[in-house]
């Protein structure tokens, strides 16, 4: 129906001409092509607006980077936006885009190009970045561990966490052709010791993981601390970009 109707009206438009400035078959055929054209922008630009989610429009809302925006080669598998979690929860429904401060997006950027000089056979696979104030209560609340061990997990929301400020990430390395993860020896969000970059002599001692397990963890390591970013004892998988000073003095914790 759209053509006929842009036809028609092309001939309508065509009898009030003199005939010697008639349209041709040519231009009106030129005519229709760019009217496709517009009207195929238009659609895709319409899908893509449908696709974005409430947390996606609330976290650009918020100035943050899309990390797939600027690194299209990353993977994101974002634990929280689904039931494979330490509480088995969905708390964000169908979000699937991790997003980050844009300094802290450029970060990433420069601790992938120090992955591919030492393995382009490697991408990053990020499991959680930016964590809503809110959802990280639902983090703390469904912690099954004393008060006093929590922060070492998860940071309490009364003081916020880094991811709150989305200058945190938590991520881990994969293999570009088969899409699989490299075993760290721990799967994410393990609270115990083989999970910790701070006893792994100790766990490797009591062979509770590997030197290949260690090894893989270094190079995620090496690659993230070369662009400035921090890890932490608890947790191979966490990095900062800036301490919690740093942060609150440069941004606003999302809601």
Known sequence: MRYVYILSSLLLLSCQQPKEESISAESLGHDLYELDEL????????EEAQLLTDWDKRFI?????????????????LKYSSTDNFFGQDVYDDLEN???QPEVA????????NLQEKNPSF?????????????????WDNLDKPDSLKPLYVADPKVGSLHNYGVAVDLTLVDKKTRLPLDMGTKY???????????EAQMLKEGKITQKHIDNRKLLREVMLSAGFTGIGSEWWHFNAFSRKEASLKYEIVP
């Open 123 to 139: 991408t990053f696979l990020i499991y959680d970045a930016v964590r809503p104030r809110t959802v990280q209560q639902i983090l």
């Open 106 to 113: 450029a970060m990433l950027l420069k601790a992938h190009e």
């Open 61 to 77: 809302d918020a100035g943050l980077t899309n990390i797939q925006d600027i690194l299209p080669d990353v993977l994101v598998d």
């Open 189 to 199: 969000d393990y609270f115990g010791y083989p999970a910790y970059p701070d006893r």
């Open 39 to 46: 009207a195929s922008e238009s659609m895709n630009f319409s």
């Open 98 to 100: 991790a997003y980050l």
